[in-house]
């Protein structure tokens, strides 16, 4: 009787006839190569800055102001449309919050989110020698030309019965002009804008007027006072005459943009003059400088003046008159440098300023 376990196992398989009758044993599987991690994404770009939340998301040079084309649009007014640039837009505070107003209707501007590319910025004193070309880049020569005739016409007519009345809008308008070059020069224009309208010219001497009043207003005083025989020392009128030089033309800065001759009180003027001490020296001695340049040649216009009605000779009649064309382009020439310098004083210098 045979167990299992007696039962002899089998025998393999016999080999596959081949050649040479070999047997292939089977070939052991290769390991497979490892796997490669997967190649990384590529890195994402820097996140854009966001706009404010109630902003509108403008990319840089498509939208400008409505009163300075070459300016880019920071506000938006979503009931007429405009958009306007920092210049012409009023600031309110209401509830701890200042609030950017559009001037014509009155209601809140949404603010504009615009990309500027990076460039190098000039300074205050770089920027001073070209204030002598600035009157003659692009149609410049046209604008100095046409706000002469103006000028010299208005004040031509200032002479007659309603002398007052031409006066006032003679000096509205001379500011209207003043204010345009500063406010071109602070939304960064390099060239001449047109002249302005005469619909603004009775607020313009007002403007004007108050600016005067509120740096001059004591050496006036003092003058009427000295004039109704009271007893005031000449020296004192001397220190008031020069302290109205140094507080005019921050003065005249401040109230040409904020548009508001209430810019021109001395709790704002004084701690600007403050904020940029040197720079404002510098532009103080060459307003000065030009306005007495400009004060200087008038003096001599008068005397031509006076020539034109007592010589006889043709000749000097002619030379008298020509300087007086001559000498009135000149004067507005070197008015609008004075507006620029201060233009330019506004523009490197208002976040000292904080206006």
Same mark, same amino acid.
């Given at each position: 009787m045979l167990l299992e376990a007696d039962v002899p196992a089998s025998a393999p398989p016999a080999p596959a006839p081949g050649a040479g009758g070999l047997r292939i044993s089977p070939r052991a599987a290769e390991p497979s190569p490892p796997l490669e991690d997967p190649p990384l994404p590529p890195p994402l770009p820097p996140p854009l800055v966001a706009a404010p939340t109630r902003g509108i998301s403008v990319p840089g040079g498509k939208l400008f102001c409505k009163f300075h084309p070459k300016s880019p649009a920071r506000y938006q007014c979503h009931k007429c449309n405009r958009a306007f640039c920092e210049l012409c837009v009023t600031s309110r505070s209401a509830g701890g919050e200042v609030k950017k107003m559009c001037r014509t209707c009155g209601v809140e501007c &949404?603010?504009?989110a615009v990309e500027f590319r990076?460039? #190098? @910025?000039k300074g205050f004193y770089a920027r001073l020698p070209g204030v002598v070309i600035y009157p003659f880049k692009g149609s410049g020569i046209l604008v100095l030309i046409a706000g002469t005739v103006i000028? #010299? %016409? *208005?004040? =031509?007519? !200032? #002479? %007659? *019965?309603?002398s007052i009345l031409t006066k006032i809008i003679a000096y509205g308008y001379l500011f209207s002009y003043m204010?345009?070059?500063?406010?071109a020069t602070a939304a960064e224009e390099v060239e001449m804008p047109e002249l302005p %309208?005469? /619909? /603004? @010219? =009775?607020a313009g001497f007002l403007r004007l007027a108050g600016t005067v009043l509120t740096a001059f207003g004591l050496a006036i005083g003092l003058m009427a006072a000295r004039f109704c025989e009271v /007893? @005031?020392?000449v020296s004192f009128i001397v220190i008031a005459v020069i302290f109205g030089c140094? +507080? =005019?033309? &921050? #003065?005249? *800065?401040a109230v040409a943009i904020k548009d508001n001759p209430l810019a021109a009180n001395p709790l704002i003027v004084v701690p600007s003059i403050l904020k940029v001490p040197v720079a404002y020296l510098v532009t103080a001695i060459l307003f000065g400088g030009i306005f007495g340049i400009s004060q200087a040649g008038n003096l001599i216009a008068i005397g031509m003046k006076l020539v034109t009605f007592t010589t006889t000779s043709g000749s000097m009649l002619l030379m008298a008159i020509g300087f007086r064309l001559v000498? !009135? =382009?000149? !004067?507005? +020439?070197l008015l609008t440098i004075n507006m620029r310098i201060l233009g330019l004083l506004y523009l490197t210098r208002k976040r000292d300023l904080g206006w």
């Open positions: &949404m603010p504009l990076p460039e #190098a @910025v000028i #010299a %016409g *208005l004040q =031509f007519i !200032s #002479a %007659g *019965l309603f204010q345009n070059i500063i406010h %309208g005469l /619909d /603004d @010219v =009775f /007893d @005031v020392p140094i +507080y =005019f033309p &921050m #003065a005249f *800065l000498w !009135s =382009f000149i !004067s507005v +020439y």
